[in-house]
């Protein structure tokens, strides 16, 4: 028996979403780090020193929800937080020397995963047949 796909795209792309939530979460376990918080240390990566307002509006997410993140990441190691020394009001962020050596492995996750949905996505199939190809292509890879 064939189980029909809906036909909502809503639906579909939170379907994917979930599967590329899941994937992610077991992949990047062994990193300490989460599907939700992963991107703080590549955004910090790509922006060392960053100051976290600018931090908020790079990333678009409610403020005290990346202060929470953020304080997180702290905690366990993977950020330091310095006094700016041209505005002693803000505090600039910066991977630590184990955050930066995540990031290089959350790196290799990602980049596996990218490369894996690229290759399945069925380019030229339409938009919507990509997005269930990919959700069903998720179940495939490592």
């Known amino acids: 028996m064939t189980v ?3 036909a909502d795209l809503t639906q579909q792309i939170a379907q994917l979403n979930y599967a590329i939530v899941k994937w992610l979460n077991i992949n990047l ?3 300490g780090v989460t ?3 992963y991107f703080y240390v590549m955004k910090i990566n790509e922006h ?3 100051v976290q307002n600018q931090l908020n509006e790079i990333i678009k997410v409610n403020p005290s929800t ?3 993140a953020i304080n997180h990441l702290i905690d366990d190691g993977f950020i330091v937080k310095t006094v700016d020394p041209d505005d002693h009001r803000a505090t600039q962020l910066s991977l630590s020397p184990m955050g930066e050596q995540r990031a290089v492995e959350i790196t290799a996750v ?3 995963l990218n490369g894996y949905l690229l290759d399945n996505a069925g380019q030229s199939l339409p ?3 990509q997005i269930i190809n990919l959700r069903h292509a998720l179940t495939g890879i490592d």
């Open 4 to 6: 029909e796909e809906p």
């Open 29 to 31: 376990k062994a990193y």
């Open 35 to 37: 599907a939700t918080n």
């Open 48 to 50: 060392p020193g960053v």
């Open 66 to 68: 990346v202060t929470r």
């Open 110 to 112: 990602l980049d596996k």
């Open 127 to 129: 938009p919507y047949d």
